[in-house]
């Protein structure tokens, strides 16, 4: 079994087209051309099946950069570190 | 190309995934066979890769037009849409999209404006849809509208004059009731399909307000196999044939060890699952579809269960072949396409072995595979969601399939039970009637044309109006009908002449592979180079034009003696004058000349 954290760098990769090396918490769609509205939702899609959780309009709405998500799926405690 | 189907069969489930499957596809082939342009009132983006990789599925490779975001009519009015010339057009409008009245129906106050509404969003529709008619040829697919569950107005949505489902229900009949007779528009079923797969996950949810999606990105996969419903006939790669199991598959059990009453199959209570899966195949069966027989069980016990169980649905003569022995199952499947003379890729196995099923998709990789599920319940849905035996048309020829299927099985014994060739076809009583096309024909000639390949010397296509052409040119065009004491075939054989200065060149010669090997081939050539004689006893000029299927034709004019005058890779061009030329008529077929 894959742990939530490497299934959330796998789809960050696959999606935003960038290897899982290069990803870290400070990325975003600031520093990340690929992460454009249709990636997001894409992410958001992928995200939800990988987890499990179905997130409300205000966790996606508090997105800026990949540690935000991290904290989303702390806060419906799922570990992304076994 | 197996190990990529392999792939997007079981990963193609998101939106991201298919995305990232359909440069896979791009990068292993440059192929198209189909163009298929999506407009769409609401945002479907996504859908060309998801409708490319569910495609590659069914080994049909797509070329994808999707109309710019929120432009659907400016995209039917411009020009952009034809000149990619698409095949088939899906048109995914909601109504909810074309006016806001209709979602909130009728509170009292708005009767008239309710009423505007309805008219509006009908008309404007069909005149769209009546535009991209006049402007191409391709199949337009319109889908219904979507209806939310519960309407505004609740329980009383029923008694206002105007209420929310009487809206949507008018708009959706009267498109259903507009293009009834129309062959080139097809009403796609959305609403009843959006149902099916869940509304209140799929439709106007939370990616609705995010990003203005009223179908949910994780259905959009859904969608895309959804339309495959299509594509498949469009692209010609229909199923005819299902191959079938018997022990828990037509009945629960094992008819070996069960016995006949040990199994289970009934009407009521245990065992109903399996009679309603032979209901599904029965009614496949009577719309064309044919079915074989491939178990591994000893042939007098299945034979007990088809005369002597109360509530077979499925009788012998619904199976045009029965392989019922100990041999291995793809062997089974290898002698089921030589004696129906179809191909492995026009058949659906259907077992609920899973060591069988991979044995076939490993050493038949044309054969298509269903999936049957461990609960037997769930039989009846998994075939009813597989997409392969979907159909523009139901002509004449699919209703009688089964029937002339029977009929060659029959003649096959009775031929078996024959020494010498010509003793079992003088025994046949061999009627073959040969007649001039006209445009009545022409229909049926152009199907032959595109269909047949086995005894086609030129494997020239045509379509219905290039058939009237060359009859209103002046060209010679036959038809061949044959019959014999077990059935009609129907009209299975054409040839196209053309009247040239030194003489007359044959451009087609063709007969369906059913009427093979009864030498009614010989029959209606050298009846027809008879009649040239008569009209012009000169030189007559023919082509083989070989292809990986035409094999067999190769010498068919040495028959009748006309010498090979050039050979190249690509067509050998024979001839022979006809001023020597003799009929020579079987005694044992009758020709009668309409």
Redesign the interface.
């Known amino acids: 079994m894959l742990s939530m954290k490497e299934k959330l760098y796998d ?1 960050l990769s ?2 935003l087209e960038i290897h899982k090396d290069e990803i870290n918490d400070e990325i975003s769609p600031i520093n990340t051309p690929t992460w454009d ?2 990636n997001a ?6 995200l ?2 990988a987890s499990g959780v179905r ?3 205000a966790d ?1 709405m508090a997105v800026k950069n990949v540690g935000d998500i991290k904290k989303i799926l702390d806060k419906y405690k799922i570990k992304y570190e076994c | 190309m197996n190990a990529l189907k392999e792939k997007i069969i079981s990963q193609s489930d ?4 298919c ?2 499957l359909s440069k896979e596809i791009d990068k292993i082939s440059k192929k198209i066979d189909k163009k298929v342009a999506v407009l769409s009132n609401f945002t479907v ?2 859908l060309s890769e998801c409708l490319r990789v569910k495609s590659f599925i069914n080994d049909i490779f797509l070329q994808v037009y999707e109309g710019e975001y929120g432009q659907w009519k400016q995209e039917i009015l411009g020009n952009r849409l034809y000149e990619f010339k698409p095949d088939i057009i899906f048109l995914l409008v909601d109504a909810h999209g074309l006016d806001n009245n209709i979602i909130y129906g009728d509170d009292g106050t708005n009767h008239d404006e309710i009423e505007k509404s309805k008219k509006e969003a009908k008309n404007e529709l069909s005149q769209l849809i009546d535009y991209i008619k006049r402007k191409t040829n391709a199949k337009i697919v319109v889908s219904n509208s979507v209806k939310i569950w519960p309407p505004i107005a609740g329980i009383f949505d029923s008694k206002l004059k105007n209420g929310y489902y009487g809206i949507v229900d008018d708009y959706n009949n009267n498109l259903l009731k507009a293009y009834k007779n129309d062959g080139q528009v097809f009403i796609f079923n959305f609403n009843e399909w959006l149902g099916y797969i869940g509304k209140k996950n799929f439709w106007c949810g ?2 609705y ?3 203005d ?1 009223r179908l ?3 259905a959009i996969p859904l969608l895309a196999e959804e339309l495959t419903s299509y594509l498949i006939p469009l692209a010609g790669k229909k199923k005819k044939c299902i191959v079938l199991d018997l022990d828990n598959t037509l009945w629960g059990g094992v008819i070996g060890e069960d016995g006949l009453s040990g199994i289970k199959l009934s009407p009521t209570g245990d065992g109903q699952q399996f009679y309603y899966f032979q209901k599904l195949l029965l009614s496949l069966n009577k719309k064309g579809v044919l079915l074989a027989i491939n178990s591994k069980n000893n042939e007098a016990d299945v034979k007990e269960v088809f005369l002597k169980h109360p509530h077979m649905v499925l009788k012998e003569n619904n199976i045009v072949s029965s392989k019922i022995n100990w041999n291995n199952k793809a062997e089974n499947i290898q002698a089921i396409v030589q004696e129906l003379n179809i191909g492995l890729d026009s058949l659906l196995f259907v077992d609920d072995d899973l060591s069988n099923r991979e044995l076939i998709k490993q050493t038949l990789p044309e054969v298509s595979v269903l999936d049957l599920p461990t609960d037997s319940t769930k039989y009846v849905q998994t075939l009813l969601d597989y997409k392969g035996f979907n159909t523009f048309e139901f002509t004449e020829e699919d209703k009688k399939r089964n029937e002339m299927y029977l009929q060659e099985k029959q003649r096959n014994e009775y031929k078996n039970s024959f020494i010498d060739i010509d003793t079992f076809l003088r025994g046949l009583d061999l009627r073959v009637s040969i007649k001039e096309v006209d445009d009545f024909l022409a229909p049926r000639i152009a199907q032959l044309t595109q269909k047949t390949n086995q005894f086609n010397l030129t494997t020239n296509r045509y379509q219905e109006d290039d058939i009237e052409n060359f009859i209103k040119s002046g060209n010679i065009l036959w038809a061949l009908d044959v019959s014999d004491k077990f059935g009609d075939y129907g009209t299975t054989g054409f040839c196209l002449v053309k009247d040239v200065p030194d003489g007359w060149e044959v451009d087609s010669i063709l007969l369906s592979c059913r009427v093979l090997g009864k030498k009614v081939e010989e029959q209606f050539f050298g009846f027809i180079l008879n009649e040239l004689k008569k009209l012009k006893p000169k030189k007559v000029r023919a082509y083989y034009k070989p292809t990986l299927k035409n094999n067999q034709v190769k010498d068919f004019y040495k028959t009748f003696d006309f010498c090979k005058v050039k050979s190249s890779e690509t067509e050998d061009i024979w001839e022979r004058d006809l001023s020597d030329y003799r009929f020579n008529k079987h005694d044992f077929i009758k020709i009668d000349k309409c």
């Open positions: 789809l696959r999606i509205s249709f939702i894409m992410m958001i899609a992928e939800e099946k997130f409300d309009m996606l | 998101t939106m991201a995934s995305i990232l983006k996504g939370k990616y307000f995010v990003a999606m949910s990105p994780e």
